[in-house]
């Protein structure tokens, strides 16, 4: 998969110079409708997060239902959540304690902090060789990590080494969405536990302050939504791109 690029915003009248590139060179086939997550499938999990907010934006249902289910799940945040080396301030004393309470609200109350330098992942030598030690280690029937298309360098640095550790093994992997919507083959019904993805969300006061995510959540899970049976009132869903031994989507 290709790191997709940030996206321009568009401008009315001044067009003419987009590369217009044939639409079958972006869309290589319709999607089937996305199936729902095979939770009972799974027993052991391990997640990476990348950044401290990742989790409650991008898999905290997920990871919710798999804790209320009883699955034994490990979860490493991968960088230090400073902001990045051009950040003014260093964040991470403030993002890592926010990073703990949502957690708490995910029924999570453990994590492995890696600490690498925030923004710098696709630097970062060391990040293939840990991420596939630890799948090494933690032998999961389920790898939960951001999908390798995601236009956050930090995001897809840490799908793809995902997606070469996991190659082979009997790991599947549920790639999840954070920048850049994903194509789905599985959704996971959250309705119920939106508050819960909220108030995770809300424990990142840090995060909040630059930008609307607790909007942007809501909107993408409305949309994912829509992908579930209606029952007249509204629908929240993550969506899934679900890969390994017995899913092919
Ligand atoms: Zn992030």
């Not at 907010?53 to 905290?60: F, K, P, S, Y």
């Not at 951001?146 to 640095?157: E, K, M, S, V």
């Not at 920048?179 to 909220?198: Q, Y």
């Not at 007249?232 to 899913?247: C, F, S």
Request: glycine share 8%; hydrophobic share 40%; aromatic share 8%.
């Amino acid at each position: 998969m290709r790191l997709l690029p940030a996206p321009h915003v568009f401008q009315a009248g001044r067009n003419s110079r987009l590369n217009t590139k044939c639409i079958s060179e972006v869309i290589v086939q319709r999607l089937a409708p996305p199936k729902q997550f095979p939770l009972e499938s799974f027993a052991r999990v391990l997640a990476f997060i990348p950044h401290p907010d990742d989790e409650a934006m991008g898999c905290g249902g997920l990871l919710r239902r798999l804790v209320d289910a009883g699955r034994e799940v490990e979860l490493v945040l991968v960088s230090d959540g400073s902001g990045g080396p051009n950040h003014p301030t260093n964040l991470k004393a403030e993002r890592l304690p926010e990073f703990a309470r949502s957690l708490h609200f995910l029924g999570l109350d453990t994590y492995d902090a890696w600490l690498l330098p925030d923004g710098c992942l696709e630097q970062e030598s060391e990040l293939s060789e840990r991420i596939n030690k630890r799948i090494e280690d933690s032998a999961p029937d389920l790898i939960v990590a951001p999908w390798p298309g995601d236009l956050h360098p930090d995001h897809a640095a840490i799908g793809h080494a995902v997606d070469s550790s996991s190659a082979g093994r009997k790991s599947s992997v549920a790639w999840f969405e954070i920048w850049s919507p994903l194509p789905a083959s599985h959704v996971l019904d959250i309705t119920d536990l939106m508050d819960i993805k909220l108030q995770a969300l809300k424990a990142h006061e840090t995060a909040l302050r630059f930008g609307n995510y607790l909007e942007a959540m809501m909107g993408l899970s409305a949309y994912r939504g829509i992908n579930l049976p209606y029952r007249g009132t509204p629908n929240y869903a993550e969506a899934y791109l679900l890969r390994g031994p017995n899913h092919s989507g």
